[in-house]
């Protein structure tokens, strides 16, 4: 969730800056090129006073047409254009020069300064050129009319280079980028700890409900910051939660108090059936029919008592070496084994893992148990403990009937049995109660089809700690 949120933010964000730092950069590129502007029409401005009173284009000699003013203001031309590089010049309506710098300058017949001369010429100085960026080469050019008794007699035109200009607006640019990258690093930071407080509570929640969905009941979620919402939701969570589990510890209770409450009147019953049988003559079908129905309901009830216990009880995690509990197991089968006419072969190699021994033990004797019951006589069942990464596993494999695909869905179900296993002894809890009693140590057990034929069953065990 953070990884979708935190990029949101931060686009929103640096839409923000860019909406800020974009106009920014523009009215900065205005305002240093108007700076320039209003400079240059202050010069031509005072060129154009120097220029006023010049003799108009004479038809004479050249000697006979130099005067002090005309002199004075070749003088600052060359001046201007020495000092600043900035090329000027007056020229009279017909385009010819009355003074200018560089003298190799001349006014061009098209271009930006013929444009800004011909707009000149209309007793109107120049507007606002076209905004230099910095990636443009090209001048600057300003132009103002000499006006004397109300006409225009000359035009003023100055045509500057922007070197200046331009690094000065990139110059000023660079400023707004770097206050735009630190503006945006200070916002990628506030969006990390503004997502971190607002998605905490989330973790800690999906952490709790992950603990609970694997069987850890108590767990709650702990207090934390976040909006005051997602507070609320963790308080509420808390008291779902609670309520949950005494919903289910009443029914473990029930079933725990039933099976209990009913074993002494079913002890009862079944031996006022076996006083009752010897009034029967011997052999009796019906009484013996009985007492097998008496003593299923027993076993069923002593097995709903160890699936309560097996879902109530705290695992009591410690390091064990599986292998050695599993061979232990094998060994204390194997007379069972050997009477049904069965193999049972155990490779046990020393494997470690976090589980609760006594837990371990009473599931592999439900899954041994089932693998012996279900097995042919001269047939084999298989245990293999083997480390698999960070778990360790126990494969129990007989050479049974099998199951289906359809049966494999739904092996581990309580009270589920095989239509075509009804009739062999057993309750349906004992891989149920297996399950509950793996899971309580963070393990568990998986169900596979064995070639040729039979079931594999794998219990898998952590080889790492608890957090």
Not at 206 to 212: G, L, W
Not at 259 to 265: A, D, F, I, V, Y
Not at 384 to 410: C, I, K, Q, Y
Request: charged share 20%.
């Amino acid at each position: 969730m953070r990884t979708r949120l935190l990029p949101l933010l931060i686009v929103l964000m640096a839409a923000v800056l860019l909406a800020l730092g974009v106009p920014l950069a523009v009215s900065l590129a205005g305002a240093q090129q108007q700076k320039v502007v209003v400079d240059r029409i202050d010069d031509t401005a005072r060129f154009a006073a120097l220029a006023q009173f010049v003799t108009d284009s004479p038809t004479g000699t050249a000697s006979a047409f130099e005067n002090e003013r005309l002199a004075t203001l070749s003088r600052e031309l060359d001046s201007y254009y020495t000092v600043y590089g900035i090329r000027a010049g007056v020229f009279y309506r017909s385009g010819s020069a009355m003074a200018h710098a560089p003298a190799r300058w001349s006014l061009p017949k098209e271009g930006e300064v013929r444009d800004a001369f011909d707009e000149a010429l209309l007793s109107r100085r120049s507007h606002d050129p076209r905004q230099v960026w910095p990636w443009q080469r090209r001048n600057l050019v300003v132009a103002s009319p000499v006006i004397r008794d109300g006409d225009v007699v000359a035009v003023v035109v100055t045509d500057s280079p922007t070197g200046q200009l331009r690094s000065r607006t990139l110059h000023g640019w660079l400023v707004i980028g770097a206050g735009e990258f630190a503006a945006m690093l200070l916002a990628v930071g506030a969006a990390l700890r503004l997502t971190g407080w607002v998605l905490k509570p989330v973790r800690v929640l999906d952490a709790t409900t992950h603990d609970i969905a694997t069987g850890r009941l108590k767990s709650r979620v702990a207090a934390a910051g976040g909006p005051p919402e997602l507070r609320r939701l963790a308080r509420s969570f808390n008291e779902m939660a609670d309520n949950v589990e005494d919903v289910l510890e009443q029914q473990r209770a029930f079933v725990a108090d039933a099976s209990h409450q009913l074993r002494n009147p079913l002890a009862a019953l079944l031996l006022r059936i076996e006083l009752l049988s010897f009034e029967l003559p011997e052999g009796n079908q019906e009484i013996a029919s009985v007492q097998s129905e008496g003593k299923r309901l027993a076993q069923v009830l002593d097995d709903l008592l160890d699936l309560a216990l097996a879902e109530h009880t705290e695992a009591d995690l410690k390091i064990t070496d599986i292998g050695e509990l599993a061979a232990e197991r094998v060994a204390a089968w194997s007379p069972t084994a050997e009477a049904k006419g069965v193999r049972l072969a155990g490779d046990c190699p020393p494997t470690t893992g976090w589980a609760d021994p006594v837990a371990l033990s009473s599931a592999l004797d439900g899954i041994i148990d089932n693998a012996v019951k279900f097995t042919p006589e001269g047939r084999t069942v298989e245990v293999t403990v083997a480390p698999n990464g960070d778990t360790s596993t126990v494969v129990v494999t007989d050479e049974g009937p099998g199951l289906t695909d359809e049966e494999l869905a739904r092996i581990g179900d309580r009270f589920w049995r095989s239509s075509r296993h009804q009739n062999i002894k057993g309750s349906g809890l004992g891989l149920s109660i297996s399950r509950a009693l793996l899971a309580a140590g963070g393990g568990s057990i998986a169900y596979d089809h064995h070639e040729p034929h039979g079931l594999k069953v794998t219990v898998t065990v952590p080889r790492v700690g608890p957090a």
